[in-house]
């Protein structure tokens, strides 16, 4: 299983925008993950009312999952994502 454990980078969160960036970046790797806060349950990453549920807020680090194959480059993205508060999905 390949992880990343990233910080928060939007200020917000992963609340409304930002969490449908997210979960639309999640779905376009093609990869299926998780995210969880740290020592918390882990949700899927390609869920809106999962990714809410989680109420991960901007600054706190939470830790990105995969176990396909392509896990670590859609997990390098992913996580770069996060951590820039990006707007979208960088290039592999």
């Known amino acids: 299983m390949a992880e990343r454990r990233v910080t928060i980078g939007w200020a917000e969160g992963l ?6 960036i997210f979960v639309k970046a999640v779905t376009s ?4 993950m998780t995210i ?3 020592g918390g349950t ?10 809410l ?3 991960a807020e901007g600054g ?3 830790v990105l999952s995969a176990t396909a194959d392509g896990a ?3 997990l390098d993205r992913v996580a770069k994502l996060v951590q820039e508060g990006l ?3 960088p290039a592999a």
């Open 15 to 20: 609340h409304a925008r930002p969490a449908s």
């Open 87 to 89: 707007d979208e999905l």
């Open 42 to 51: 882990p949700v899927n990453a390609g869920s809106m009312l999962g990714l």
């Open 36 to 38: 969880a806060k740290e």
């Open 53 to 55: 549920a989680l109420g």
């Open 60 to 62: 706190e680090t939470v």
């Open 72 to 74: 670590d480059t859609a």
């Open 29 to 32: 790797t093609g990869v299926p």
